[in-house]
């Protein structure tokens, strides 16, 4: 990928995961600390309760923290691998409206490639992404157990 831009990494949700770009899901923010996606609820992402799908707020939930590693590596220069290991989500109301993900980790992420590159062993970190509606109450919340490694 070229330049972590908002609108270059949408093109690249497009082509590398469609199903989440086909869902409505759509980078908003990144920074060296934090990344946003939105997506509203509407047909294609529902579920039969008229609510959006637990599916499509995890697509989101791990976009954005995947998202902000894959900066963070590219960032390093080194050539690091990354998997998710680990999910786990929570469910307190039903996200109908337009729900925003974030996740707000850089600086963990920063430290965990640091000590990955330092030792060459795996490390395990565990990012946390909130989705909240529009009158700013969370509908979700999820942690990604990622997994990164130096190829050097």
């Excluded at 082509?15 to 997506?39: E, F, N």
């Excluded at 995890?58 to 080194?78: C, F, N, Q, R």
């Excluded at 680990?86 to 993900?101: D, H, L, P, S, W």
């Excluded at 430290?111 to 490390?123: R, S």
Aim: proline fraction near 1%.
């Amino acid at each position: 990928m070229a330049k972590f831009t908002v609108r270059n990494l949408n093109r690249f949700l497009a082509l590398k995961l469609p199903s989440a770009y086909l869902s409505g899901i759509r980078l908003t923010q990144i920074s060296d600390s934090q990344a946003s996606a939105s997506v509203k609820h509407r047909w294609i992402n529902q579920n039969p309760f008229r609510s959006l799908y637990w599916a499509t707020q995890g697509m989101a939930a791990e976009l954005v923290t995947g998202i902000l590693v894959m900066k963070k590596i590219k960032d390093s220069g080194h050539k690091i691998s990354m998997l998710v290991v680990k999910q786990e989500g929570e469910f307190f109301k039903k996200a109908t409206g337009r729900i925003v993900f974030s996740c707000d980790q850089g600086e963990t992420i920063d430290q965990t490639i640091k000590d990955a590159i330092d030792t060459g062993e795996g490390q395990l970190m565990v990012l946390k992404s909130a989705g909240y509606d529009q009158e700013n109450e969370m509908v979700s919340h999820f942690n990604f157990t990622w997994s990164i490694k130096s190829k050097a």
